[in-house]
């Protein structure tokens, strides 16, 4: 009995001294996790999901504070992946942030364009070119669609231009062949 | 009151340990030969685990985070013997026919998780209740999959139930064919993988709709 | 920051061994409670599976603590010292169990209880343990089959060794169609547990 | 036959080989047409740049395109005429999408620009290669490199060996076997070029032992020179340049290089002989021998001048027939529908067969794959055809990449074996082009991730850079303030500058 | 637009492929009937209906076209093989459950032709050897050995009633396999020269059983000369098979059947030439069948020398099983141009 006591607390003292030691020793700073989530966001910095930009939307989410179905332009597909790294159920996306869209980019009518520098300030990625009382050009491969140069234009001015499929960019069709449909033909 | 509704219903379906969170396989493969091992285990099971929340959720905020899943299992472990005791002590032939099992509780993960993930963060009250509730919905798992086991395999069920009332209660075996050549398959441990295949896929099928 | 660290480990180390001491408590008290209860379930449950080698009615002493300690033998198998059961009534021994093992199964050794009286007749057998291939060789435990009770009162000077014996070697016992290894090993060890009990009846039964 | 020193491939094919069909008679010569459409891209790597506008006047051979950059090629008018306009049109590519195009309206005249002849006797290598940057020649055989590319070699490389593709081991293209059988002096004479230039030691030639006319034509007119001509055994895919060296020389180019890293060069026929015809006669590339046949009246090869609809070349051969369904460009392994008759002849296109249901049955019912590896067994890069499948088919890209999909050469021998009847190279291209669409987007992704954080960076660094400012301005006006205040004043505008980060953030 | 290249194909489908297989069991069958009787009939009758019923009732159930998927003639081939593994006078029902189980559990649990991860005959046949040992282990004897002769009409009253029949009946025409029968006389120290010269052993394996392989090789040959199956299988299976039991044999002539013996009973020659071979739950890499052949044979001689029971192929095979994907991601050949 008595024996049977010690063994327990020596156990306790044991375990004890080792768990509270390395609970100090391996203590894990800074969360890998954000990094993958950022990862998977599509970078559009368009601020849709209610954050101010992809990166601060990872954090939200690491931390549990945002769903992971508010990033249209990553869309179902983006909720999935998200779902699969957290470890969570797929959740389709929430229409509160807005719908998925064709990609686009913005275009500058440049006839009514006054030089106001308000877009280049908005836009999260630096790829509005131009100064005061001058011209702008959207640097078209580095947009990403995110519209937020839309809002502060005084002349409605920019235009979101679908991006269309060219022999270029054209893709491989996943094949389709349905044995029900096959058999019968 | 809808709080321990909600509570019931993960415990019998949504997050049954047995078919949707696969915790616990051990006991539920090797003892659920028969309709009386799995419900007896079952209800060991369920008792151990309403214990183990309702102790452990009061004295949830004394325990350093670093230690808890030690004192988690010195808590659940200690419970466990004490069941083990009174089963020995007063339902021997229970204690025979389950064996190994009835220790081995401590080790089952469903248990631990429900702790982990439920007493730890809740008042005593409802940590009990889920405690009780997911052992319950296991210890109905247990029992349909010994129940289907039993009556494949010997074409009997509730066999064994004299264990638990005495020899008086052999009448109440229900025999379903006179002469079954018994599909041993189904007692056997593999007919215990494809009859919980079956449940799961049931389950699975019936939410489907 | 040493201080620190020292000051965390140590707490959680008393945590332990506070957490502990309560399990222990609840441990020992129930230990007690059911010291008893349990002795007397095991015993009860020896008892009754005893009886099934030696029917109550037969004997009048705690046949459970009666036993006496043989060595090795060949004639039942065994490697170290057993037990032996010795049934008495009003002092006399009547009867007694031997543990034997029959090392020729179908897939290794099988266990059994062989319950002799003093006239070498057997009065019962039961199988302890055995690995014969379920729905096969296993119809030698009374739960699945009555084959066993093949053996009550069969006894030496009725049978000839050649009788002792599945039937399609020639003997009396009967079998299941495509499993003979294994009640061949049954009767084989039961046979020579008769052997050995004649041999030593002046150990065996005498006080 | 005998084959000496043939170092055999594993896999391969030998479909039936349905090259009879446009043998029987000589290359014959499209008229000129009405209308001849360029598209900007006929070859791998950078569009040409325009050099001409609507309405311009232009002669025959040209440049209305010239090369941009070193991977390009130009482009010149292959009759002449005016340019009609300059706009998108339906170019022969397997997605049916338009592509930028010149549109010359031919005067009939075929009026030449003024040869000039090449002294390629006496000039060196880079200067030649130079030149022949604007003859517009590409790699005839189907992969369109362009092939001053080809002959440029590096300081710290040198070619041993100058391999002369004439295995065409597509079945029903004939095209260059009936071009070596009629013109085998050019093509030595090119050969000949391409050697002197790369400065190759030896040279051979590979084809595939089928093609015997061709071959005894090449034997005489290669007489007087060192060149090799080695017969291979006729085998799908033994045209592949990968598999060609190996075929010839043992030699395994590695995965990620190229045959030049080896000391090799290949080239087809028909390109080294454009290269004479440049350097010699100074003829740039505006034609190309064309096989059209199958389920033509007359199966033939002619030689077409680039951007010549096609409908011309099938009104030539006789038409289109009752039971053609379809126009495949390229041969039926490896080859795609085209999306109309219109499209122009291009510098890819090597043979067209006019499709029937006779010829190429619609496919039989897609069962799934049961794993008995004939794709594996057919495969001559020893790919695992079927775990690819799987992989792509379950769109495992990650998984597919590991299994080096990279490496298929999509020459469908796999298909072409498969019991289930399983468009095998469909999965594959498609596994293909999504890897690389996705690859392109996550590039762009980094991009935008990189522009924005160094544009946060900035504005922080100008909030903090504007902040100490007005802290200096504010020490400024007390200079009393001793050291102590000093240091605070700077960390609560410090402090500020953080909080408003903060607040940034949370916002 | 169909851009399906390529055009042309030139393979034998999946069902030419199955029938080859089916065609190539008949030899083996033929001798069957001439040795034991018409019971193998009637079994394979029996699995071939219920296979057809069952998996149109499944393919149904699926919603999948019915036509093709019969007409691969996969089904039949699981059925044919159960049918030729089981004693040949076993009850009737005990073909028709065992062919439930394959083409259920074996084949449409996993989604079907193509996605079953364990060879589905062998599934059957695990699971009714699991289940009903000893009716599994009543093996007929050959015609010419039994007391009194059985009509053909015999055979099949004996399918259809087994369990009207008295057991000393069954016992004067069944026996234990010349495997099962080497396996418990050993147990009672009998030298191995003396239990061979029970009447059930031939010249080469078991009586009558040993002519039934030599048909089964023959088609077996077959198959390999048309290209249905690789050499790499079953040369590996049975050289791996023959040399353990050579060496054995070798050690101890007593105890250890002759390598011959190994090769010429049991089931070794069906398994090596149409169960190991069954692509869909084989590796596909050369090297990895072989190493898949080498294993099962190394696993059913030591389930045949140590194990529980007489014969191991099923188990092996379905052990093996597990680990194909495994052996197939470890043995990806060279890639051309790769080191």
Known sequence: MITALLVMIFLAVVLGLVLGYSAIKFKVDGDPMVARIDAILPQTQCGQCGYPGCKPYANAIAKGEADINQCPPGGDAGAKALAELMGMEFKPLNQEHGVQKPRAVALIDESTCIGCTLCIQACPVDAILGAAKQMHTIIASECTGCELCLPPCPVDCITMEPVLENSQSWKWKYPVYNIEKTSKA | MSDIKGIALDGFWKQNPGVVQLLGLCPTLAVTTSVINGLSLGIATAIVMALSNASVSPIRKFIPTEIRVPVFILIIAALVTVIDFSIHAFIQPLYKALGIFIPLIVTNCIVLARVESFAAKNKTTPSFFDGLFMGLGLAMVLTFLGALRELFGKGTLLSGIDLILGPSANNLVIHFFSDYQGFLLAILPPGAFIGLACLIALKNRIEAR | MFKDHLKKISSTAAAMIIFSLLASTALSISYFVTKTPIEESDARAKRIFLNQVIPSNLYDNNLVKDTISVEPNPLIGNKKNIDIYRAKKNNQVIAVIIETIAPDGYSGEIKTLVGIDQEDKILGVRVITHKETPGLGDYIEIEKSQWIKNFDLKSLDKMTEKEWAVKKDGGDFDYVSGATITPRAVIKSTYKSLLYAKENKKRLFEL | ?507 | MDNRSPYIVDAPSVSVIMFKVLLALIPGIALYVYAFGLGVIVNITLASLTVVLTESAILAIRKLPIKPFILDGSGLVTAWLLALSIPSIAPWWIIVLGTLLCIIFGKHVYGGLGYNLFNPAMVGYAILLISFPSIMTHWQIPTNLMENHVEWLDQIKIIMNSHLLSKETIDAMSSATPLDYIKTQLTLNQPLNIIQQNKIFGFLGGSGLELVNLGYLAGGLYLLKDKIISWHLPVSFLTTLFFTALIFNSFSPDTFASPLFHVMSGGSILCAFFIITDPVSAPTTPKGKIYFGVAIALLVFIIRIFGGYPEGIAFAVLFMNIFAPLIDSLTQPRIFGHK
């Open chain 4, 1 to 507: 036959m005998q084959f000496n020193n043939i170092f055999k491939f594993n896999g391969g094919v030998h479909p039936e080989e349905n090259k009879s069909l446009s043998t029987t008679l000589p290359i014959a010569r499209l008229p000129i047409p009405k209308k001849l459409v360029l598209p900007l891209r006929q070859h791998v790597g950078h569009v040409a740049k325009l050099k001409v506008k609507v309405g311009d006047q232009v002669l025959k051979g040209q440049i209305i395109a010239e090369a941009d950059g070193n991977i390009s090629a130009a482009i010149h008018a292959p009759t002449s005429g005016k340019i009609l306009k300059i706009s998108e049109e339906i170019i022969p590519h397997p997605s049916g999408l338009p592509d930028f195009c010149i549109t010359i309206e031919s005067d009939l005249k075929d009026k030449w620009i003024e040869k000039k002849p090449i002294a390629w006797k006496k000039l060196d290598s880079a200067a030649l290669i130079e030149m022949i940057s604007s003859s517009g020649i590409v790699g005839l055989g189907g992969a369109v490199f362009p092939s001053h590319m080809k002959l440029k070699v590096n300081q710290n490389q040198s070619i041993e060996t100058l391999v002369i593709n004439a295995a065409e081991c597509e079945p029903f293209i004939t095209c260059d076997d009936m071009f070596m059988r009629e013109k085998a002096d050019e093509i030595i004479q090119g050969t000949l070029i391409a050697q002197s230039i790369l400065h190759a030691k030896q040279c051979v030639i590979g084809i595939e032992d089928n093609k015997i006319e061709a071959y005894q034509a090449l034997k005489k007119a290669a007489q007087k020179t060192s060149i090799e001509i080695k017969i291979v055994p006729t085998l799908y895919p033994s045209g592949d340049a990968k598999r060609l060296i190996y075929l010839l020389m043992g030699i395994e180019v590695p995965k990620e290089k190229r045959s030049v890293d080896l000391g090799i060069q290949v080239f087809n026929v028909a390109t080294v002989a454009a290269i004479y015809r440049y350097l010699e006669l100074g003829e740039p590339s505006i034609s190309r021998i064309v096989t059209i046949t199958g389920n033509v009246q007359n199966p033939q090869n002619y030689e077409v001048l680039f951007g010549t609809p096609l409908s011309e070349l099938i009104k030539a051969a006789g038409g289109k027939s009752n039971k053609t369904q379809k126009f495949i460009m390229g041969g039926p392994m490896m080859g795609f529908d085209l999306p109309s008759i219109d499209v122009p002849v291009t510098k890819a296109m090597n043979c067209v067969i006019e499709s029937s249901p006779e010829l190429f049955p619609s496919p039989k019912p897609v069962m799934p794959c049961i794993r008995c590896a004939r794709c594996a067994d057919a495969c001559p890069v020893n790919l695992q055809p079927q775990e690819l499948y799987w992989f792509s088919k379950s769109s495992q890209l990650e998984k597919a990449k590991d299994y080096n999909l990279f490496d298929c050469i999509e020459c469908g021998c796999c298909t072409y074996v498969c019991p289930s009847n399983i468009p095998l190279v469909q999965f594959y291209r498609y596994a293909k082009s999504e890897i690389i669409a996705q690859d392109k987007a996550k590039e762009a992704a980094n991009t935008a991730r990189e522009r924005n954080e160094s544009r946060l960076a900035r504005i922080e660094r100008e909030k903090k850079e504007r902040a100490e400012r007005h802290a200096q301005k504010a020490l400024g006006a007390q200079e009393k303030i001793s050291d102590d205040e000093k240091k605070s004043t700077i960390a609560a505008a410090v402090e500020r500058v953080k909080q408003t980060q903060q607040e940034n953030i949370k916002n």
